[in-house]
């Protein structure tokens, strides 16, 4: 190889190099999870807050175990309470609802 080739050789590497880099990063930036979150406050003000108020003041009895509590939720057995079980809320969902009336509770 001449050294001239070399040179060649050499600029054509470091014409490469940006878009290595380019390829690296944005493959850093593709989300790691496409899972939506799930926003347990909005859930809460648009189907509970009518009858649990604001701030999960009315009819909620934070002192009760998550299980309980998760069971109300899913299944009622409460008379004025709906079942949202069959309204599509799932368990991890009843249990982020929970969670945030506690945390709307503790304020
Ligand atoms: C139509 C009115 C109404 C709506 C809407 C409603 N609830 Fe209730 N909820 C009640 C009533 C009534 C009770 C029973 C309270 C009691 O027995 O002390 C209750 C009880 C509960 C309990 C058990 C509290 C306890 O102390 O035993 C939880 C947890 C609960 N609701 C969560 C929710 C969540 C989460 C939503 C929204 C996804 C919701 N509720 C929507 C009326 C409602």
């Known amino acids: 190889m001449t050294s001239k080739q070399i040179k060649l050789k050499l600029a054509a590497i470091l014409c490469m190099?940006?878009?290595?880099?380019?390829?690296?990063?944005?493959?850093r930036t593709v989300p790691t999870s496409t899972a939506q979150e799930?926003?347990?406050?909005?859930?809460?003000?648009?189907?509970c807050t009518m009858c649990h108020g604001q701030k999960a003041e009315r009819k909620f009895d934070a002192s009760k175990s998550d299980?309980?509590?998760?069971?109300?939720?899913?299944?009622?057995?409460?008379?004025?309470?709906?079942?949202?079980?069959?309204?599509?809320?799932?368990?991890?969902?009843?249990?982020?609802?929970?969670?945030?009336?506690k945390s709307l509770h503790q304020q």
């Open 38 to 47: 799930f926003d347990a406050a909005a859930v809460f003000k648009a189907k």
């Open 67 to 101: 299980d309980e509590l998760l069971q109300i939720v899913l299944k009622s057995g409460k008379p004025g309470m709906p079942a949202f079980e069959t309204k599509g809320i799932t368990e991890e969902q009843a249990k982020a609802i929970i969670a945030h009336m």
């Open 17 to 27: 190099l940006p878009l290595l880099a380019l390829v690296v990063l944005n493959s």
